[in-house]
């Protein structure tokens, strides 16, 4: 079975199109020669003003479509090649109503590969997360390592768990059906058209807000937290490369492997603002956060050789990008 599906020529469907990570795979789909991208969204938490000007192009369509609801996933199916499944609830909004989050990021993937089933079988590529590992104790994590959520908040413990079944759903589709798939595990993505529902890279657009009030930035407890923080152009191109890659039935991380501490990260943006701000340390109680660990660093090595893909935008490249769309949104 070939697993391999060409972007041009093709159409492809991205449930929860109307997001920072949907856009950005629309326009690299787009710029490979997609002969059509269904942005399937039923906006509770995307909006069409964030895919706007993805419509000048004809071969967009916006449909208002929800995973819960599987007929109309099969009616947006119909002869794709592809589908890009970023439709869930990130840690926060899963924290903050878990009975709808849980529903869309199983349920919603239950039935997008019920869908696939009989709709052609396309290939499937599934977003998932690094916290499918929790808090990894390993000096370099890899696909290999398990999944470690003591200690973890309640949120971040159920979202690792949703992304892990949303996983070995795409491993018995496969074995069962033949269905295609790959999940690329996301490390902290940020960049153009940030929101602010992804608790890591949020604080980067809080941050910048902060500096530029004249405000000095705050730093949760001691700054030592760490993240690897991906870039959205990273992403797409990870997405497209996997889609057209003959490879089924695996996960991979999509990640820098650079651990960014807090400190670190308020440092580059000042770097980048020009600005002599001093950043100060707060005890972050009762904050929503997805990790803690001033230890994780992720390796890439995988789908570095699966797929010949590397990251191309340094940290401060992302942040200089962030700040340019921030200013072309006020003008």
């Known amino acids: 079975m070939d697993n391999g599906v060409k972007i041009s020529g093709n159409k492809f469907v991205i449930t929860g199109g109307a997001s920072q990570v949907g856009s950005e795979i629309t326009r690299h789909l787009l710029k490979a020669g997609a002969s059509e991208v269904v942005l399937f969204d039923n906006f509770a938490l995307g909006t069409p003003e964030a895919v706007a000007d993805l419509l000048d192009d004809k071969r967009v369509v916006l449909t208002r479509g929800d995973v819960l609801r599987t007929n109309e996933l099969f009616d947006a199916l119909d002869e794709a090649a592809g589908i890009y499944a970023l439709a869930g609830f990130l840690t926060k909004p899963l924290t903050l109503n878990p009975a709808l989050g849980l529903a869309v990021n199983v349920q919603g993937m239950l039935n997008v590969f019920e869908a696939c089933r009989y709709r052609g079988r396309p290939k499937v590529l599934f977003s998932s997360s690094v916290a499918v590992y929790g808090e990894t104790k390993s000096a370099l994590t890899d696909e290999a390592d398990a999944w470690n959520w003591y200690g973890q908040q309640p949120g971040a413990a159920l979202y690792g768990a949703s992304k892990i079944m949303g996983e070995n759903l795409g491993r018995l589709y496969h074995d069962r059906y033949k269905v295609p798939s790959i999940s690329l595990r996301y490390a902290s993505v940020y960049g153009e058209r940030q929101h602010r529902r992804a608790v890591n890279s949020a604080y980067i657009i809080d941050t910048i807000d902060s500096i530029r009030r004249g405000e000095r930035p705050t730093i949760p407890d001691d700054g030592s937290e760490v993240h690897d923080y991906i870039h959205i152009h990273d992403i797409a191109t990870a997405n497209l490369m996997a889609m057209e890659a003959d490879v089924s039935r695996e996960s991979m991380t999509v990640a820098t492997g650079t651990s960014t501490s807090l400190n670190t990260l308020v440092d580059t943006i000042l770097k980048v603002m020009g ?12 904050a929503i956060r997805a990790t803690v660990s001033s230890t994780l660093k992720f390796t890439p090595e995988k789908i570095k050789k699966t797929l010949g893909w590397k990251p191309e935008i340094s940290l401060d490249e992302g ?13």
Do not use: G
Request: glycine letters at 0%; aromatic letters at 4%.
């Open 319 to 331: 942040i200089r990008r962030i700040i340019a769309w921030l200013d072309a949104e006020k003008a």
């Open 275 to 286: 600005s002599d701000l001093k950043p100060e340390h707060r005890k972050a109680d009762n």
